[in-house]
């Protein structure tokens, strides 16, 4: 998996942090998957932020009269050996975070499955209030 990230980035309005991450990968097919995972370590303090790097929601189907999530789910199926997916997503690491608005530099990488992505380096510097 790899991810792209400006490396630097400026508090808007005094207290608005923004950092957009962009990955992309292939991941192993596992039986219970788990949302990819944003890391970024405070390189000054050594506090390190973890957390779910999107929460996905199941859209509204148009035209759909019933529940897909009603009723029994369908028999599983053994996976292949050695099956792989492809996934690429963008976020606001700030944002899923809850990333203080405050001058720091970051090392943040994304953790999918048992894949670690690129590691970036990102500086948050003050801007103009």
Partial sequence: MRIAAPSRVKIRDGNTLTIPICA???L????TP???RCVAGDTRTGKVYRG????YVRPTLPNVSGDPSEGAPPPKLALPPGMTVETRFTTDMAGVLHLPATPATYEVYIEAEDV???TVTIEVEAGQK
């Fill in 24 to 26: 992309r990968g292939i």
């Fill in 28 to 31: 192993p097919v596992v039986e």
């Fill in 34 to 36: 788990q949302l990819p």
């Fill in 52 to 55: 779910i790097a999107f929460t």
């Fill in 116 to 118: 670690k992505s690129n």
